[in-house]
């Protein structure tokens, strides 16, 4: 669950870079300490990955669709 929560908060610090440099720096700061006593694997991160990128991929098709 603490890499699903890491994952989450990566991701929200990514959005908030967009906006302001320094918003995303306290998400970036969870997310790590979520993930130093999980010993996260590439397994654990593609299985959180693939169903984040399936759904940024299909979302970005419908968005272009109703564009």
């Known amino acids: 669950m ?3 929560i890491g994952m989450l908060f990566l991701i929200i610090g990514a959005v908030a870079v967009t906006k ?4 995303g720096i306290p998400f ?3 997310a790590a300490l979520c993930w130093l006593g999980t010993g996260t ?4 991160y593609m299985e ?11 979302g970005t098709w419908i968005i272009a669709l109703f564009n």
């Open 41 to 44: 694997s590439a397994d654990r």
């Open 20 to 23: 302001h440099f320094a918003l």
């Open 28 to 30: 970036f700061i969870i």
């Open 2 to 4: 603490r890499d699903v």
């Open 48 to 58: 959180i990955m693939g169903r984040i990128m399936i759904l940024c991929i299909v």
